[in-house]
């Protein structure tokens, strides 16, 4: 059982910053590419970036600049600092996990963000 536990969300004005955590075990941090999702109201479940086990970053073209994704070893916990927050970014924002590219996707419960304009 992949356990993802997510903090940091909340209500940010336009322009600000938000940074997102999520903590696994070591065995699944370890093995496993670390990401970040969002959904919208009405709107479907979409990649935000992800950082593999080895360190290789990958962002939507939507965040690219704005957003960073980061793992700290040490901690088993992967980062999403996000700055220059915009209203299109309100969703809940879910941390991923994932052994390979055909692997199923292990989710967190969710934490909201919302960017008021």
């Known amino acids: 059982q992949v356990q993802l536990v997510e903090s940091g969300g909340g209500l940010v004005q336009a322009g600000g910053s938000l940074r997102l955590s999520c903590t696994t075990s070591?065995?699944?941090?370890?093995?496993?590419?670390m990401g970040w999702y969002r959904q919208a109201p009405g709107k479907q479940r979409e990649l935000v970036a992800t950082v593999s086990s080895g360190g290789s970053t990958n962002y939507a073209d939507s965040v690219k600049g704005r957003f960073t994704i980061s793992r700290d070893d040490a901690k088993n916990t992967v980062y999403l600092q996000m700055n220059s927050l915009k209203p299109e970014d309100t969703a809940v924002y879910y941390c991923?996990?994932?052994?390979?590219?055909?692997?199923?996707?292990?989710w967190g419960q969710g934490t909201q963000v919302t960017v008021s304009s």
């Open positions: 070591r065995i699944t941090f370890s093995f496993n590419t």
């Open positions: 991923s996990a994932q052994f390979r590219p055909t692997s199923e996707i292990n």
